[in-house]
């Protein structure tokens, strides 16, 4: 069974930092690409950051670049998103999901195949 637990969300005041976690199981860790979604009340989804476990490449919504770092650790099955110099607008609740990374192209939520339940982020100004 295909698990993503998703961890480390809380409430920060702006201009902190964060750390999130996925630990990932019941699939082969490094032949999918694993992302962050988050989602804010009354809007659509939207990719943050995805990782590619097999050659670590990287994406980052334009709104992240330079803040968020996204990382993996194979031996841990687990992916990390690294939060800095958070803004009131990051906050939402933040999805682990993942998808097999022949023909992941793109860090959309449309192609991800399984999702975690998301954990919890609040940025106070």
């Known amino acids: 069974e295909v698990q993503l637990v998703e961890s480390g969300g809380g409430l920060v005041q702006a201009g902190g930092s964060l750390r999130l976690s996925c630990a990932a199981s019941g699939f082969t860790f490094a032949d999918y690409v694993i992302g962050w979604f988050r989602q804010a009340p009354g809007k659509e989804r939207e990719g943050a950051s995805c990782?590619?476990?097999?050659?670590?490449?990287?994406y980052y919504a334009d709104s992240v670049k330079g803040r968020f770092t996204i990382s993996s650790d194979n031996t841990k099955n687990t992916v990390y998103l690294q939060m800095n110099s958070l803004k009131p607008e990051d906050a939402a609740v933040y999805y682990c999901?993942?998808?097999?990374?022949?023909?992941?192209?793109?860090?959309?939520?449309?192609?991800?195949?399984?999702w975690g339940k998301g954990t919890l982020v609040t940025v106070s100004s």
């Open positions: 999901a993942a998808v097999w990374r022949v023909g992941a192209t793109q860090c959309s939520p449309y192609i991800m195949g399984y």
């Open positions: 990782i590619s476990t097999s050659d670590r490449r990287t």
